[in-house]
């Protein structure tokens, strides 16, 4: 079946960087993605990987796939207060729906 | 356009009593989809239409729930005879059709049965 797991939380000090991970299963996957959920505020894509792709870097963050090990990573650099958020990992299903199956999500907290 | 909008935003309702949310995605958005988000966890698929057809929907909506988009454009999601165990955000997004499209989410209509 398909499953998504992350690690629930993660505390940082501003500057540093972070290092958010998610194990899934349904090698079938096509696309990966790393959403961003804010209090209040509704989830925002932040980036996405293809499954034939390693390593995908946009500005501060960096996504590596390792497709073998089912294993995906999103890392913030320069970690900033407002990266404060609840990330969560999402995998795209086998079928061509756009359905998508999330992680319970990973609390970053950034202590300044 | 100013993306997914969700209506209510927040509801209280009295056990057994039934509910209904609205949906109005991003015009021309022909997908549409529901999730469920409960304390602690992330968003679980409950159902999706391309245009007004209802084209999957997951176990996890009970007879008690149904969706429909009767126009292809807002859809609703009506909860019948609400149980404490209903109580959570429910949230809509929508895209357009293809392997790989961004997903937009509302902000969500948060549900607490009393």
């Known amino acids: 079946g398909e499953d998504v797991e992350q690690s629930l939380f993660l505390s940082v000090r501003e500057g540093d960087s972070s290092v958010i991970n998610c194990t899934y299963t349904?090698?079938?996957?096509?696309?990966l993605y790393w959403y961003k959920q804010e209090p209040g505020a509704g989830l925002q894509l932040l980036t996405y990987i293809f499954s034939n792709m390693d390593m995908k870097q946009d500005q501060r963050l960096t996504v590596l796939l390792n497709k073998k090990d089912k294993h995906l990573s999103l890392r913030i650099a320069d970690t900033q207060t407002g990266d404060s958020a609840i990330y969560f990992c999402?995998?795209?299903?086998?079928?061509?729906?756009?359905?998508?199956?999330f992680g319970q999500g990973t609390t970053l907290q950034v202590k300044p | 356009d100013t993306g997914v909008s969700q209506n209510p935003r927040h509801k209280i309702t009295k056990r057994g009593q039934n509910v209904t949310f609205r949906c109005d995605p991003i015009?021309?958005?022909?997908?549409l989809y529901w999730y469920r988000q409960t304390l602690g966890q992330g968003p679980e698929f409950l159902t999706y239409?391309?245009?007004?057809?209802?084209?999957?929907k997951s176990r996890l909506l009970s007879d008690r729930f149904s969706a429909e988009r009767p126009k292809g454009s807002f859809s609703t999601l009506e909860i019948q005879r609400t149980e404490q165990g209903d109580s959570a955000m429910y949230l809509c997004a929508s895209s357009v059709p293809g392997m790989n499209t961004e997903a937009f989410f509302g902000q969500g209509t948060r549900l607490t049965v009393v």
């Open positions: 239409f391309q245009n007004e057809a209802q084209l999957e």
């Open positions: 015009s021309e958005h022909n997908r």
């Open positions: 999402a995998e795209s299903t086998s079928s061509n729906t756009g359905k998508l199956i």
């Open positions: 349904d090698s079938s996957s096509t696309y």
